[in-house]
């Protein structure tokens, strides 16, 4: 089945936290939260570390046949079991990631979101958007001054995959018609949702046609016209950017 992936890291000098994969029916997409430069994540591996074999992990059980959650949760229990005994995974900032997967079944397709990377499917001759809108839905709610990522995995807050095996139950799962779609990082995403370039019909359209590196490549002249974050604010200037596009 022909899964087309592009991938870019946000800057040269530093790993692509992103991670994309497939197997002959099954895609993972994930997007590595990184600790601010000032905080401690508490392991001495780094996000790629975690997101690579997470991603790996969730890939590997949801291709034997386990439903998404339980496929989430055994992923993030074995990498935590990796690494526990020499990094403080008790910490808020200890690494974690933002995930879709997709499942291709005979008539339909199985999916799992969980936090702000999206997937985009065909539905009644337009693009249905599927999302875990938690952080969004935040955002406006968090008082001057409060840091949003303090409400990360905790009850009334939203959710990645971390340490912990909770996450999995937060994760959006659910069925939709066989077609195609598109999984997108928030680095990819940013088309639309910082730089309003593109609608979501736009950014599947464009990928329908011309692949998932034309929207990465879209993505970074939208980020170099606009260097210093000021007509487009936000946290990276140019974040890691990854695009998962299947067709039947």
Request: aromatic residues 6%; charged residues 25%; hydrophobic residues 45%.
């Amino acid at each position: 089945m022909p899964f087309h992936i592009a991938t870019a890291p946000g800057r040269p000098d530093r790993p692509n936290e992103d991670f994309a994969a497939a197997t002959a029916a099954v895609a993972v997409l994930l997007d590595g939260v990184s600790a601010p430069t000032d905080s401690d994540d508490g392991c001495s591996h780094g996000v790629s570390w975690h997101t690579r074999r997470l991603g790996s992990l969730l890939l590997a059980a949801l291709d034997g046949g386990a439903a998404p959650r339980e496929a989430l949760a055994e992923a993030i229990t074995t990498v935590s079991s990796l690494h526990e005994g020499t990094c403080d995974l008790g910490l808020q900032e200890t690494p974690s990631a933002t995930v879709v997967a997709v499942r291709v079944e005979a008539d339909h397709l199985e999916y799992l979101v969980l936090s702000d990377s999206v997937l985009l499917t065909e539905a009644d001759g337009g693009v249905r958007l599927i999302a875990d809108t938690r952080l969004d839905d935040l955002r406006p709610r968090v008082g001057p001054g409060q840091a949003v990522r303090a409400w990360r995995n905790v009850p009334g807050g939203f959710w990645t995959a971390g340490a912990a095996a909770r996450a999995a139950e937060e994760a959006v799962v659910g069925t939709v018609p066989l077609g195609p779609f598109l999984a997108m990082t928030d680095g990819a995403s940013r088309a639309v949702e910082v730089f309003g370039d593109l609608s979501w019909e736009g950014v599947f359209e464009l990928v329908r046609h011309r692949g998932p590196a034309a929207l990465v490549g879209r993505v970074r002249e939208l980020e170099a016209a606009d260097p210093s974050s000021r007509r487009f604010p936000r946290g990276k200037v140019r974040d890691d950017a990854t695009a998962l596009w299947w067709t039947p």
